[in-house]
């Protein structure tokens, strides 16, 4: 199976959290998309700061490779119109996907409605710029019952919202890869997880992010159901490698 149109190459570190100048970190970033350029990856997942970087690298070897960029990341918690902000500035830099933290804090408290406020308003943005969003739930920080209920939310709020034609372009996403577990449990995608979102997100399409390390993992996400595929590992999955450390 050539697993390469599913997965999105992951570099979302920042300066701080990889403990280099912000020109290494640049540097780094540059290494990851010009790697997703060579190796034909579905796409580069990168900050927002990098998106304009990203989109003149691509555009000048004239690269199908598309650009996704994270919103209100990695906690979700900055409100409605930080995000609205933070998604329109991606847009104008060239990005393609948008993924959105959804504010899973707030769900957890019961605030129902400022949550299907924020995902119909944002998810209302991408669909109009014709871009890609995809609402990430954090796995790590929810109950089974509540993956399944986010899920559902996510996906009832699609369907009644929006036309048949835009479900493939509203994903639910499982992680960001920043949440601190405890106990070293996994804070990205497991099969159970994912199980559950594919059941009650469908038919909206699942990303699985992070916690995928090898080929085998990932044709077996593939093979569940799921269409795309986050990882800082990409290189080494394709090739049947498996990835060390990272996300």
Known sequence: MNIKQYLDSTYLKTPEQSGLTEAENTTIAKEFIQEAIDENFKLIMIRPNIVSIARKMITEVNSPVQIGTVIDFPQGKAGLEAKLAEAKQAIADGADDLDFVCNYEAFKEGKVDLVKEEILQCTQLGLANNKVVKWIIEVAALTDKQIVQLSA??????????????YASVFVKSSTGFYKTENNLPNGATVPTIVLMLENASPLPV????????????????????????TSGAKAIANGQKAEGGY
């Not at 939310?153 to 835009?166: A, C, G, M, P, S």
């Open 207 to 230: 990303k699985a992010a992070g916690g995928v390390r090898t080929y085998e993992e990932a044709v077996e996400m593939i093979r569940l159901g799921v269409k795309r595929i986050g």
């Open 153 to 166: 939310l996510i996906k009832n709020l699609v369907i009644t919202n929006f036309k048949e034609e835009n």
